[in-house]
């Protein structure tokens, strides 16, 4: 019964910003990561950012000091800002929810995903 559902994708100028949000519905477990991922025409899909319920956040080498991930537990959404965005961080942005119940046991969710275009 997890849902995963995406706002704030759309197309911005080199050098533009854009806040990418996702909010879970269902019934989620408290031990879980949250994060972003991305896929490109051509290429395959790729970790952009994560964000555990109770840890530290993991970045991708592409967009550390440029994109920051934020989550609020008690409402299950995640949020991804998006600063100073080049034509390659064109690509489709999908939110991952990942429930944890041992180390191997674990569950992923997805969006249905939200197109950003950085273009001139």
């Known amino acids: 019964q997890v849902q995963l559902v995406e706002s704030g994708g759309g197309l911005v100028q080199p050098g533009g910003s854009l806040r990418l949000s996702c909010v879970a519905s269902g019934s989620i477990l408290s031990n879980n990561v949250m994060g972003w991922y991305r896929q490109a025409p051509g290429k395959q899909r790729e970790l952009v950012a994560s964000?555990?319920?109770?840890?530290?956040?993991n970045y991708a080498d592409s967009v550390k000091g440029r994109f920051t991930i934020s989550r609020d537990n008690a409402k299950n959404t995640v949020a991804l800002q998006m600063n100073s965005l080049k034509p390659e961080d064109t690509a489709v942005y999908y939110c991952?929810?990942?429930?944890?119940?041992?180390?191997?046991?674990?569950?992923?969710?997805w969006g249905q995903g939200t197109q950003v275009t950085v273009s001139s």
């Open positions: 991952n929810l990942q429930t944890i119940r041992t180390y191997y046991l674990r569950t992923d969710y």
């Open positions: 964000i555990p319920s109770g840890g530290n956040t």
